[in-house]
């Protein structure tokens, strides 16, 4: 008889497509626990009331830290749906045995088709446009061409490397900084000049971030990188709000040191409707959806139960 293990699947991106991979995780002895989830993911407080008894997590943006970990005496693996791991404490977890897994690479044409998106609404103002059509009035907002000007990826990860190749085929000059950059062949081929994180804000027309959150990379943006930039730049995030210091990115929108701002990540999600970014006519907001298409969903609910069966040593042959 097949031992059974206790999944907390607390990814909601997952659950319309439980029912497809039902029959196989019954087979392979697994149980799904599928919880109450308020708001967008659970907090601490919130698991510490579920993992009691769970062997794995099939995990969103959870807070998944040392007390969780320690709450959960049999959790074998962690499973996390997408990219970004910051959420989950993984010296905590090394010294407990437990298996982490994320799902690297595959929104890499859905990270950039988004901040793609957010560049031509900068451009050409379309989001202004819409507004004002729907109050009555008939206008026309002049935009900005962008073949010529210089956009700055800070990453060169999947994502960072797609838009590189977006950007190229508008005619704009491409130019990327990351401490492990690609390789040269990538480099040459795709037109994109590596240079310093400093030298990228001081001549970018628009800078996007393509980074995971880590120690190093927290609040890469704050007050004295914007004033490194260019006055009346674009900025576009949809990487994770804790790379920008959030004070500082609204202070520099109200003073047009910043000339725009594109965000779908942010600090504290979802974003409050009290929030000063809110109030900014020059911002665009996103809710933390870059990544979410039907085909991006479907092949990282794949991985990420993979993952799961991997770390739970029920890995299919």
């Keep these: 008889m097949i031992d ?78 997408g990219i970004g791991v910051d959420a989950i404490d993984h010296q905590a977890a090394a010294e407990h045995g437990i298996a982490v897994f994320n799902t690297p690479g595959v929104f890499a044409d859905e990270l950039a088709d988004y901040a793609l998106g957010f560049l031509l609404m900068l451009a050409r103002r379309q989001h202004e446009v819409d507004r004002a059509v729907r109050e009555g009035s008939w206008h026309k907002a002049r935009g900005t061409s962008l073949r010529g000007r210089v956009l700055g990826i800070v990453g060169l ?35 994109t000049v590596l240079v310093p994180f400093e030298g990228l804000l ?43 210091d959030e004070e500082a990115l609204v202070r520099a929108l109200v003073d047009e040191r910043i000339g725009a701002a594109a965000l779908d990540v942010f600090a504290e999600e979802p974003l409050a409707p009290s929030h000063p970014l809110t109030r900014l006519p020059n911002v665009i907001l996103g809710s933390h959806n870059a990544s979410n298409t039907a085909e991006a969903v479907a092949r990282t609910n794949a991985a990420a139960i993979r993952n799961l069966l991997r770390g739970l040593g029920k890995e299919p042959a």
């Design 4 to 81: 059974r293990d206790r999944v907390l699947v607390s990814c909601k991106l997952v659950w319309d497509s439980l029912p497809e991979h039902a029959a196989a995780l019954d087979r392979m002895g697994v149980d799904v626990v599928v919880p109450e989830i308020p708001g967008q993911q659970l907090s601490e407080p919130e698991l510490l009331g579920l993992v009691a008894d769970i062997d794995g997590i099939l995990a969103g943006d959870d807070e998944i830290s040392r007390t969780v970990i320690e709450a959960a005496p049999r959790l074998r693996v962690i499973s996390k749906w």
């Design 157 to 191: 990860g999947s994502s960072g490397r797609a838009l590189a190749g977006r950007a190229a085929a508008l005619g704009m000059r491409v130019l990327g900084s990351d401490p492990m950059p690609p390789d040269a062949a990538w480099l040459e081929a795709s037109g």
């Design 202 to 244: 001081e001549v970018a027309d628009v800078i996007s971030l393509h980074l995971p959150l880590t120690v190093e990379t927290r609040a890469i943006i704050d007050e004295t990188a914007i004033r490194r930039m260019k006055r009346g730049i674009w900025f576009i995030n949809t990487s994770r709000g804790g790379l920008v």
